[in-house]
């Protein structure tokens, strides 16, 4: 067991995760001398001491859409990456309207993100970051802000500008208030995945609940898919039957309608 002052004592971050269920951040950051000029984020990702600006880019990915959901898997993504390769990104909880990310403050204070060590090498961070935004069809050209994004040779500030708008903290982007969404050309199984999400975000901020059981939720997803007129007469009609029950509930919903 280590010792207690090896860990650093940083905020308390309280994230509702469902409706009452919560989760405590009680620190940005640990380090141990173990890890020697590297540490082990507020992300849960072991930050590597070297920094490899090459095989990021190589591996960093592209927004391939504007949904909340792409944008978060995204930025998971990313994060991932940028660790792997010795490059601090905030965790995703961490976007929140009061953070600017214009700086990224290193040391053993509550508010630090990373070591001290690490100062030298937030500038180089920053850079990088945005080497890699600027990159033709990494962030797609509607996003309302692409050409800031772009052009802020501050990558952590770019960042904000990125995923602000898809983040459900900031509630003033109207996310939780849009149409449920549609299956379009997705397949079924990005759908379910992408309304799981939705159904998640809104329970989250809204304190709504979705039930998979309850009729009324799964024809409002039903009527989301391709052929909704076709597969809400088979689910009318198969849900009043005993032994075909099974075939609607929330583990085979997505095999069942393939």
């Known amino acids: 067991m280590l010792p207690v002052g090896d860990y650093i004592h940083g905020f308390q971050l309280v994230m509702e995760s469902a ?5 405590q951040v009680l620190r940005r950051y640990f380090w141990h001398p ?6 082990i984020t ?12 090459r095989e990021f880019g190589r591996y960093a990915p592209s927004l391939e859409g504007l949904d909340p959901s792409t944008v978060c898997m995204f930025y998971l993504d990313f994060c991932r990456v940028a660790h792997d390769y ?5 965790a995703c909880e961490e976007f929140r309207p009061e953070d600017t ?3 990224i403050e290193c040391g053993d204070t509550p508010t630090a993100r990373v070591p001290k060590f690490c100062q030298s090498q937030v500038p180089r961070w920053e850079v990088i970051i945005h080497h890699h935004l600027k990159r033709d069809k990494i962030i797609p050209s509607s996003h309302p802000q692409a050409n800031e994004i772009k052009h802020n040779p501050n ?14 903290s900031f509630i003033d982007n109207g996310i939780l208030i849009k149409p449920h969404p549609q299956q379009g050309r997705r397949s079924l199984d990005d759908h379910f995945r992408r309304c799981e999400f939705y159904y998640y975000g809104q329970q989250c901020y809204l304190n709504t609940s979705h039930n998979w059981t309850d009729a009324l939720h ?4 039903l009527d989301s898919c391709q052929n909704a007129d076709v597969l809400c007469t088979l689910y009318n009609q198969e849900r009043h039957v005993p032994v075909m029950q099974y075939k609607f509930t929330c ?8």
């Not at 409706?19 to 989760?23: A, C, D, F, K, N």
């Not at 010795?86 to 905030?90: E, Q, T």
């Open 42 to 53: 507020s992300s849960g990702f072991v930050l590597q001491p070297n920094i490899q600006e």
């Open 101 to 103: 990310f214009s700086t």
């Open 86 to 90: 010795g490059i601090y990104v905030p």
């Open 19 to 23: 409706v009452g269920r919560q989760h």
């Open 251 to 258: 583990e085979r919903i997505v095999a069942t309608l393939k």
């Open 218 to 221: 799964l024809i409002r997803f």
């Open 34 to 39: 173990s890890l020697g000029t590297g540490c």
């Open 155 to 168: 990558g952590y500030e770019a960042l904000m500008l990125l995923i602000s708008p898809y983040s459900p």
